[in-house]
Every structure is written in structure tokens, then in C-alpha cells.
């Protein structure tokens, strides 16, 4: 060590750190450009957040008379909220992923035959979406995605950093011997790296003025407010330099080298403890050659550094993965910044602010009238001239003359109301929000749940567009540059692989009532057709019904791996069935006999039925057959002896019939009950046989 320190040369030491110092000087001079080229933008934010906050800019405060109304009508805080909780909801419809990772259609695996592909290849994307999702869960990024919306929402334009590699504390317990048969746990803690992402507020964000979008930016740089505590953390990640940190942390913040103090700051909304946090900039951006070989060693061109206060902090080369997110409101195809919610409506919020201070200022006015008095022939009792209710005054004119006269200023207050109320409604009507969100009026139409869900499914057309824009510009980008890092830095090669990220912002765009019931649709259309349920992944289909009522399908359904596990558990195990299978076949078995017990009462009461109408065709038959005798015995001459026994053979006849009748129908009802108690006596025999009596 001590020969390498005398070789080197301490020319070479002098010109390196010449040249960090010019670098340094350079890239601060352009901060400090890049600060000053945006105030006309910055600007407009401060009128932005002065308006969501429910303030007057100056100009139109310094205008308001004194003892005027200076009452704000905070609509724009309203309807931010409103869409801010909308667009959370359309692309984060349950606080689940909304995205996921496939494996591409012709993944590349090497080594594998092409039956066993799509299994590996899906198998390993299952992993990788996994790592991932832990990976953001750790770094909440739903959370993260909110705030960024609310960026997006009240200035125009949100911003999403990643991946971000961080350093964090994990304790480790490890047993020691302090004495000789004696250990103790002792905890060990242990660094581990991690990406995650960051939000990034809009007024710390300075990409290239020259480009429309964030990806044809050249260089792009971050400003980060720091105070001692916070830039003493950063020697703690890996790359950063200890000793510039010593130097600046030496130095009050803002130092410059010719002993000016940096006064090029933001003009932004922030209270005064500003001034007394150190100014770290992060550049990420193309370089000179010849820089990048003092910076990095290499003949890097794209680097990353870090610099405060004319110290270089951190430099290395860039490891090619996607840095910032941008996602606008409205975009602007001149830049990469867009506008807000405030901006669209602040002409109608203007109109009804003013409609407000002019309708409680005629309030005021109209409350008491205005008096004219003859000030010659009048005095008050007590006090000055001022009027005061109930103010008693002596006059010197006589009463009829009238010394006095009450002047009445007519109400306007109605129309003054109806005025502000069309400024409220067309500030509602330029946000573009849905209506019903908006005020819960309801037309006849929303009576149902089907009308509803129609009509919410139109509003909401107009913020589709900001879920296609999400999923385009946050989404799908942030994830896939987690994607490659894991690719590149990740100890788990079997999660590694070819796939392709799938953004799921969209699949809120239906109204979650006629999402749930399509998906009900489909799936008793699956069930009740063979072909269909072929074509059905149930498990998935099972899950989106879960997720359209607003829950997280992770805590109520079963994931792959765990029905794979159940499924290899059955096949391991004896083929026997279990105390709930055997259950179910005895109640299948019970319903079997009363299915059987019902045809057999169905059968008896089908013969009683016939002996009914046997029994009524004889009663019609003997009715006839006596009609028949007595126009016989008026038509002949028999005697009366023989009359008598005709009637009593024909009688007989008749009780002879009904007898048989009688006799068939129980012997019917007796073999009826007789197979009804031989099918349940076969049933539970089965029964038993199969699943043993003490069931």
C-alpha cells in the first residue's frame, strides 16, 4: 500500500481533481440554467396550487377593496379529488396488481423440447411476476402511484422513478459462545440492495428543454433537498464518495467556489426551511468521451452523477434501465410537461369566485337601507353622525317634514345565485368528470342498477383515455425496466426468461356492476354447455368475478401452486373416499328413495283414480240399464214376478263388477307399497354395504 501511494503522482492527483472540477462547475452551471429557463411553467404551478389550495394569486387579492367579501369558492379542490380518486380507481381497481407478466408466444428457453415450453416458460414468469410484486410491495407502490396521480391531477404532470436501488438493515440472529458451554443469541445486521421506486415531484424534475417526450430527452436532472442528516445517509449506498461528502457537509448550503451564494432556486411553494437544506442533483445524460474516462475510468458516454456545491459525489456509468415515468393530465406536444385539472377550469373558477364576493357584498348592502338626512335641522341623542340599528335622532324640523328618509336597496340575490350556480356547473362540465360522481343527481334512468351501470359506463369514457395513457406510459415502462433488472442482477435463474409485460389499467373500465354480471353470464354459459367449458380457465375466470366485487382475489381464492399441491396430494393417497363423499352419497341415496317413494304414490293414486271412474261408469251403466226396464216393462206385458227377477240379475250383475273393481285397485295399492318398500330396503342395504351403519 504504501508503494502504490509513493508511485503515484502527485501532478496527476492535481489534474484529476481539476478536471472533477470542471465537470462539477459545468453541470452545475447547467442546473442553474435549467432552473432559471422554466419560470413562466413554474409560474403557472404557483397559480395552480394557490387555486386548489382555495387562494387568491396577488394581483386579484390587491384588487379586493377593504371591508369587502374575500370568500373563495373552492371548487377545483372538489373536483380534483374527485378525479384524483377516479383515475386511482380505474387503474387500481382493488389495490392488486395492475399488471402481469406472459410468457412471450415462442419463449427462449434453451434446452427444451417444445412440449415442454410453454409449461417452463409459463412457470418461470410466475416466478419472476412474484419477485417483482414483492419487490413493489415493499416499496408501496400503490401508494407511490397515488401520489404520482395527484401529481398528474393538480400540476399536469406526474412522475415515476425506477428502478431505484436502495440499501436496507435486515437483522440476523446468530448464536455465540461467551463462555465455555454457554451461548447467546447475538444479532447481526445485514445489508442488503433492492430496486424500488420513487416518486418524483414535478418541481425537482429538469429533463431537456428541447424535448416532447421523456424518452428523446438527452439528459435529465433531479434535484434533491437534503439536509445534514439526509446527505450523511448517502455513504451508506454503494459509489458514493465520503470524503466530497465531508467537504460539502463542512460548507453552509448553497456554497459556490467564487463565495457567492446559489441563489438560482425554484420559485416554488415552499416555506422558508428550504434555505437551509443542501441542493443534491442527480444527472442522468449523455457526456464527452473524455469525461466519462475522468469520471467513470471508461470510456463511458452515459453516465450517472451525483454533485453538489461544485463536489462530485457519485459517478458511474449508466446500467441502461429506464429512469423517469411521465404521465400528463392534458399533454402538451411541445413538451414533456402537461397541464392540470386547475388550468382547464380556472376561468369558470374566476367567474364564481366572482359571482360569490358580488352576491354576499349585495347581501350586505341590501341588508339595511340607506338613510338621507337633513343634516340642518337634525342631531343625534348620543355619538357622531354614523347609523347604528335603533340610533335615536333629534330633529329641530318638524315630524311631518320628514328629516329622515329610508333609502331600500332591491334584493338581487336570486339572480346573483342563478348566475353562480351556472359558473359551478359549467367549472363541472369543462373537468370532464362523470356527472353522477360529481353530485349524485340521479335521473330516472339510474333507478336500476342496469341503468347505472349504462350510465356510468358512458361517463366514464372520457377518462379512458387517461387509463390507456397510464398503462402506456407508467405501467408497461416502470415494469419492464424491474423486469430487466432482475434479468440482470437477480440470483434466481429460474426466474428468468423471455416475457412480455401485459398493463391491466383497462380491465376497470367497465363499471364493476356489468362487469360482474358479463362475467356471471359467461361463466352459466360455460357450465350449462360442454363445448364452452372446454374453452373456460375457471380458475382465472373465478378470480375476475372476485375482483369486480371489489375485492383482492389473493386472500379468497387459491393460487396455481396451491390447487397443483391438492392435486398431487390426491393422486399420492389411497383412492378412499372421505367422511364428506361418503355423506353426499347417502343423501344422494336418500334422495333416490323419495324419488322412488313418490313414483309409488304417484302409481296409487293413478289406480284409485281409475277405480273412481270404473265405479262411476257401472253407477251410469245401472242408471241406463233401469231406464231401459222400466220402458221394457211399459212396452211388454210381463208379469210382475218376472219383472222382479230381471231387475235382481241386472242388480247383480252391476255388484259383481263393482266387486271386481274393488279387488283390483287393492291389489294394486298393496304391490305398490310393496316394490316401495322393497326399493328402500335395497337402498339402504347399498347404503350400508357401501359406507357401513355408522354413518
Known amino acids: 500500500m504504501t508503494t502504490d501511494l509513493m508511485m503515484i503522482d502527485p501532478e496527476q492527483v492535481e489534474e484529476q481533481s481539476r478536471l472533477l472540477d470542471g465537470i462539477a462547475t459545468r453541470l452545475q452551471s447547467l442546473a442553474d440554467k435549467r432552473v432559471a429557463s422554466r419560470s413562466s411553467l413554474e409560474q403557472r404551478w404557483l397559480e395552480d396550487t394557490r387555486q386548489h389550495n382555495g387562494e387568491y394569486d396577488p394581483d386579484i387579492s390587491s384588487g379586493i377593496a377593504k371591508g369587502k367579501s374575500r370568500a373563495f369558492y373552492n371548487g377545483t379542490r372538489k373536483l380534483c379529488n374527485l378525479a384524483e380518486a377516479r383515475w386511482g380507481e380505474m387503474v387500481l381497481p382493488t389495490d392488486d396488481r395492475n399488471w402481469s ?9 434453451p434446452g427444451l423440447d417444445a412440449k415442454q415450453l410453454q409449461a417452463e416458460a409459463k412457470k418461470r414468469a410466475l416466478k419472476m411476476q412474484r419477485i417483482i410484486d414483492d419487490q413493489l410491495a415493499e416499496a408501496d407502490y400503490n401508494r407511490i402511484l397515488r401520489r404520482v396521480i395527484a401529481d398528474a391531477v393538480r400540476l399536469g404532470t406526474g412522475i415515476l422513478k425506477g428502478p431505484v436501488v436502495t440499501s436496507k438493515s435486515v437483522p440476523r440472529y446468530q ?88 441563489k438560482a432556486r425554484s420559485a416554488d411553494y415552499q416555506d422558508s426551511t428550504e434555505l437551509n437544506k ?51 393530465w392534458d399533454e402538451d406536444e411541445h413538451g414533456i410537461f402537461g397541464s392540470g385539472l386547475p388550468r382547464r377550469i380556472r376561468g369558470s373558477q374566476r367567474e364564481a369566485n366572482s359571482l360569490l364576493r358580488l352576491r354576499l357584498d349585495h347581501a350586505a348592502m341590501a341588508a ?13 341623542a348620543s355619538g357622531g353622525m354614523e347609523l347604528a340599528p335603533g340610533k335615536l335622532w333629534l330633529s329641530d324640523m318638524p315630524l311631518q317634514g320628514a328629516p329622515i328618509v329610508a333609502v331600500t336597496i332591491p334584493a338581487m340575490i336570486g339572480d346573483l ?48 383515455r387517461l387509463v390507456r395513457a397510464f398503462d402506456d406510459n407508467i405501467t408497461r415502462p416502470v415494469i419492464r425496466a424491474l423486469y430487466a433488472w432482475n434479468m440482470e442482477f437477480s440470483d434466481d435463474d429460474e426466474a428468468k426468461g423471455d416475457y412480455d409485460i401485459v398493463p391491466l389499467g383497462s380491465v376497470s373500465l367497465l363499471v364493476r356492476e356489468q362487469q360482474t354480471q358479463g362475467l356471471v353470464q359467461l361463466a352459466q354459459l360455460a357450465g350449462s354447455m360442454q363445448p364452452f367449458a372446454q374453452l373456460v380457465k375457471w380458475p382465472e375466470l373465478f378470480r375476475q368475478i372476485v375482483a369486480s366485487q371489489g375485492l383482492n382475489a389473493d386472500g379468497v381464492t387459491k393460487t396455481e401452486e ?54 262411476l261408469q257401472v253407477a251410469a ?75
Open 101 to 109: 407478466i406472459q410468457p412471450t408466444p415462442i419463449p427462449d428457453i
Open 175 to 262: 448464536q455465540q459462545q461467551i463462555f465455555p458451554g454457554v451461548t447467546q443469541a447475538a444479532r447481526i445486521a445485514e445489508t442488503q440492495f433492492a430496486p424500488t421506486v420513487e416518486r418524483v415531484s414535478p418541481w425537482d424534475f429538469f429533463p431537456d428543454d428541447s424535448a416532447d417526450r421523456i424518452e428523446h430527452s438527452e439528459s435529465n436532472l433531479q434535484r434533491h433537498r437534503l439536509n445534514r442528516k439526509q446527505l450523511r445517509e448517502l455513504a451508506k449506498l454503494p459509489g458514493f464518495d465520503s470524503e466530497a461528502l465531508e467537504r460539502v457537509l463542512s460548507r453552509k448550503p448553497g456554497w459556490r467556489a467564487d463565495g457567492s451564494v446559489n
Open 278 to 328: 443542501y441542493q443534491v442533483w442527480e444527472f442522468h445524460g449523455v457526456v464527452p468521451e473524455s469525461e466519462g474516462q475522468t469520471l467513470c475510468g471508461c470510456n463511458a458516454t452515459e453516465v450517472t452523477i451525483w454533485f453538489c456545491d461544485n463536489e462530485i459525489l457519485k459517478a458511474a456509468p449508466a446500467d441502461g434501465h429506464l429512469r423517469y415515468a411521465v404521465i400528463c
Open 368 to 380: 339595511l337601507p340607506q338613510y338621507v338626512a337633513h343634516m340642518k335641522g337634525l342631531r343625534p
Open 417 to 464: 345565485q342563478a348566475q353562480f350556480e351556472k359558473a359551478v356547473q359549467r367549472m363541472e362540465d369543462e373537468s370532464g368528470l362523470p356527472t353522477l360522481a360529481q353530485t349524485g343527481d340521479e335521473p330516472q334512468v339510474t333507478q336500476t342498477a342496469t341503468g347505472t351501470a349504462m350510465l356510468m359506463n358512458s361517463a366514464s369514457s372520457g377518462l379512458r
Open 562 to 615: 396451491e390447487m397443483q399441491a391438492e392435486a398431487e396430494a390426491q393422486q399420492n393417497q389411497p383412492q378412499q373416499p372421505s367422511v364428506e363423499q361418503m355423506k353426499l352419497q347417502i343423501e344422494q341415496a336418500k334422495l333416490q328413495l323419495a324419488q322412488a317413494e313418490l313414483q309409488a304414490r304417484q302409481q296409487l293414486d293413478q289406480q284409485r283414480l281409475a277405480v273412481e271412474q270404473g265405479k
Open 621 to 695: 251403466q245401472d242408471s241406463e240399464n233401469d231406464l231401459r226396464r222400466a220402458e221394457l216393462a211399459a212396452s211388454t206385458s210381463l208379469s210382475n214376478q218376472q219383472l222382479t227377477a230381471a231387475i235382481a240379475q241386472s242388480k247383480l250383475g252391476t255388484d259383481l263388477q263393482l266387486r271386481r273393481f274393488d279387488a283390483t285397485a287393492r291389489m294394486g295399492e298393496l304391490k305398490v307399497k310393496e316394490d316401495a318398500a322393497n326399493q328402500r330396503f335395497n337402498a339402504e342395504l347399498l347404503t350400508k354395504a357401501q359406507m357401513g351403519s355408522g354413518i
